[in-house]
């Protein structure tokens, strides 16, 4: 039995539908991304699994039971919210406690839970302090240990580290994984950074327009996104229009990019820009599959983005070049593009078009 179930959930305000039949499954333990810009519903689908929102139709299942109806702090969720929703007023102990008080959680066995979440987040020691006397790391760990300490079966997290800087995020994310694998919870992440889902979830989902555009593992949804819109909110930058001719994908400026052998007939395509690679013309690289001039080049650090217009067809293609030669190349320069079949990425027509 799965831990949580959303079957045809249907969500509109007012004139605007913001979910359309939503079907997803949370297994035990497992951690799951929501993801998708904003307005795709993805914090609508989250406030309806945690009762703060009503759905049009369809049903929630928690541990097989239908909690559609119930009230907020009659499900066994706890809700991290964006803005920690820290109670200014109350200690760090008292906020933690809050969660067992109102179930009536008390004694050694309240005193037993305050003490390992503490540990296991790294606040012990701060719980006479009052929220404005923490950091915003403090009190989003904070905020997670209130959650965690009434032992809820579904973690629901909405964009938690969206207000801390970039490296206290990624520290406190791994911090985040960490104790998840640990606790073996049950948990839902609601983001709108794809590096973020892909470095904390078992499971992506990916939503456009109220609909689960695809729902997969990290690796699946990164290396082979099914639709256009997703290839696009995964960051590929190279994105074509056109049609399968032969073993090739043309696109609609004429430029022929190779297929896998197998690979579907569909009206577009992306091309992975880390997959490419330039080469001198004529150098015996008997793989290319155009040539171009570049016409800007970006430095990144580790590796060096290249902007090449193509000679026949003014196509314009990203190239991540990595390593010694990354910086090989200047603008003006005129280069071949070495394509692999494998490169080529078919995808569907987005379900909400």
């Known amino acids: 039995m799965s831990e949580l179930e959303l079957r045809s959930v249907s969500k509109s305000y007012g004139t605007v539908q913001v979910l359309q039949e939503i079907n997803l499954t949370i297994e035990e333990g497992e951690f799951v991304a929501i993801l998708g810009p ?23 299942l928690l541990g097989g039971t239908d909690i559609t109806s119930q009230r907020p702090e009659r499900r066994d969720t706890a809700l991290v919210f964006q803005n920690y929703a820290l109670f200014p007023h109350m200690t760090v102990r008292k906020n933690i406690e809050y969660g067992l008080r109102t179930r009536r959680i008390g004694g050694a ?3 037993s839970r305050l003490s390992r979440v503490s540990e296991l987040l790294g606040i012990a020691g701060l719980e006479s302090r009052y929220p404005g006397q923490l950091s915003g790391g403090q009190q989003q760990r904070v905020a997670v240990a209130r959650a965690l300490v009434v032992q809820p079966r579904v973690l629901l997290l909405d964009e938690p580290l969206s207000n801390l800087d970039e490296k206290l995020r990624k520290a406190v994310r791994a911090e985040l994984r960490e104790i998840q694998r640990e606790l073996k919870q049950s948990a839902i ?21 109220g609909r689960i555009a695809q729902a997969d593992t990290p690796e699946a949804v990164f290396a082979r996104p099914r639709t256009r819109f997703v290839a696009d909110f995964m960051g590929i930058a190279n994105l074509f229009s056109g049609k399968r001719t032969g073993d090739s994908f043309v696109t609609e400026r004429g430029t022929a990019l190779p297929l896998a052998p197998g690979s579907p007939s569909t009206p577009f395509a992306a091309l992975r820009p880390s997959a490419i690679k330039l080469a001198i013309p004529g150098t015996g690289n008997g793989h290319a599959s155009a040539s171009g001039v570049v016409a800007d080049r970006i430095y990144l650090g580790d590796m060096v983005e290249y902007r090449v217009i193509t000679t026949d067809h003014a196509e314009t293609v990203a190239v991540h070049a990595h390593g010694d030669h990354a910086d090989s190349f ?24």
């Open 189 to 209: 992440i609601v983001t709108h950074d794809h590096e973020e889902a892909l470095s904390l979830a078992d499971r992506l989902i990916v939503m456009a327009a």
């Open 109 to 111: 066995e309240a005193e």
């Open 330 to 353: 200047s603008v003006g320069d005129h280069v071949a593009l070495v394509i692999p079949p494998t490169a080529v990425i078919p995808l569907e027509a987005d379900d909400h078009e």
């Open 38 to 60: 904003s307005g795709c519903g993805k914090t609508t689908t989250l406030n309806i699994i945690a009762g703060f929102a009503q759905p049009d139709s369809g049903e929630v």
